[in-house]
Structure formats: C-alpha cells, structure tokens
C-alpha cells in the first residue's frame, strides 16, 4: 500500500518512514512536513481522480485553477449550499447567493435547531482544555496495513495544497479537496496553520495563533463547524469550542 501511495505522489518529495522510528514533531526549514496514513480509502480517491485527469498533478493543477476562482466567503458559502439540499428548510432559505459568512452560518444552525450545540455563549471547562496529542502511538493504531507511513514534503507556503495532492473528501458531509484547499490557505494565512496529519477521514492542524479575544474564536469556531460539524463531537456547545480554540492550537478534523 505505501508503494502505490508514493507511486501516485512521484511528483512530490516523499519519505517512507518504519512507524517505530517516527521522530515527532515533523519539522524542517522551509518544508511542510505532512505525516500521511496509508489507507484503502485514500489510495481508493487517489486512483479515482487519476482516471478522471489521466494524472495527480494533472489533478492539482486543474484543482488550483479552480481554488484561485473561489473567495473563502464563497467556499463556505458553498458547503453550506451542499448541507441545505437534503434539509426540510423552506427553499427561500436554501437560496444563500449574494448572501454573507453571518447569513450563511444562519442558514447552516438552522440545521440544528432547537439543539444546544449551536449555543454561542463562551463556556471556560476543565474538558475544553484537554489537548490532543500526535505520537506514534496515534499514527500506529491508524495504519490499515503493514508498518510504514509516507511523510509528505511541501514548500512552506503551499502547505494549503496538500488536500489536492491527497485527495481526501467530497464523500458524505466531508467538502470537496478544492474547498479545503480555500479553507486551509486561509486558516494559513491567518493562524500559521500547518497539516500535520492526513489520513482516510481525518486532518489534523496546528496554529501558531491563536484567536486573541472571544469575538474572534467565536467567528472560527463557526468556520470550523462548517467545514466539520464533528468539531463538536466532543463539546458541548460551539461556545464550548470557541474556549477550546482560545487555548489550545491543534485543531482535529475529522468525518464519518
């Protein structure tokens, strides 16, 4: 299964890593060092988009063009737009062109209404706290098959490409690679985020800021909801997550 992984992303600079020998974290100068878990699902994907533009690059080029087209308010605009199709909401509210981030997370709590997940009061809990760790151990409980991983290395500045090269989502409520591509550029831009895993249904980032009042952790933890509803998995509110945000960095996606 590596081989193929590493087959597919020829273009890249790639290391095959034995897991028991993983140095974390994964640093170096000028580098993206993105830890890929090998998986059917991801070599499923890879091979999907092959056959569709004959090749990955051929893929990420045509993904880019695209990515360059689409404003972040429109990218989100347009995850929201996927979630409503399948809602009993009125179709006037399923129309969000023209329509700003503050109307379209609107639309999109509409979804649970009544729920107290989308209660945005900010809540400071012992368990919002709680951080989650990248080890070795996480990364062996995650590979399907054999003992290795691929380490997958970008330049600095186009970490955000890394959901074109691995090609992981457009599958049930997980946005299309172009769309988190957008999102990451922007959460690059404006927190330092860098990947530094990827596996068949997960992506895991970290901050080099963090939101500096609660206003502003508010706004991300609705970005976030957006772009992974499971956020709130684990929290009791999005006023819950907001505080998580406030002070912890590592940000973990993850779909059903």
């Known amino acids: 299964m590596v081989e193929e992984l590493v087959e597919y992303l020829d273009e890249c600079e790639t290391e095959v890593v034995a897991v028991e ?3 974390l974290p994964l640093q170096a100068e000028g580098k993206h060092r993105i ?4 998986g059917y699902n991801l070599l499923e994907m890879m091979e999907e988009v092959c056959e569709e533009a004959e090749t990955l690059s051929a893929f990420v080029a045509q993904q880019l063009e695209e990515a360059r087209s689409l404003s972040v308010e429109d990218t989100f605009r347009k995850i929201v737009e996927s ?3 399948y ?3 009125p179709a006037e509210e399923k129309q969000l062109q023209g329509k700003n981030f503050s109307e379209c997370y609107q639309a999109y709590a509409a979804m649970w209404e009544g729920s107290e997940l989308v209660h945005e009061q900010l809540v ?3 368990a919002s706290t709680e951080p989650f760790q990248l080890d070795r151990e996480w990364a062996q409980d995650r590979i ?3 003992d290795s991983l691929v380490v997958l290395n970008l330049p600095q500045e186009r970490g955000h490409e890394a959901p ?4 992981m989502g457009g599958y049930n ?4 690679p172009v769309y988190q591509s957008v999102i990451f550029k922007h959460f690059q831009e404006q927190y330092g985020a860098s990947i530094l895993a990827v596996t068949g249904d997960t992506w895991v980032l970290q901050a080099k800021r963090r939101p500096q009042t609660a206003e502003e952790a508010l706004q991300l933890a609705k970005e976030h909801f957006i772009f992974c509803q499971y956020v709130l998995d684990d929290q009791q509110t999005l006023g819950h997550y907001a505080d998580y945000l406030l002070k912890q960095d590592v940000w973990y996606f993850w779909w059903d």
Do not use: Y
């Not at 830890?35 to 090998?38: D, E, G, I, R």
């Not at 074109?164 to 090609?167: A, G, Q």
């Open 144 to 146: 399907e098959d054999g």
């Open 87 to 89: 809602t009993d909401l």
């Open 164 to 167: 074109l090269w691995i090609p």
């Open 173 to 176: 409520e997980c946005p299309l």
């Open 21 to 23: 020998q993983l140095a």
């Open 83 to 85: 979630r409503l199709v």
């Open 124 to 126: 400071a809990t012992e």
């Open 35 to 38: 830890l890929v878990l090998p």
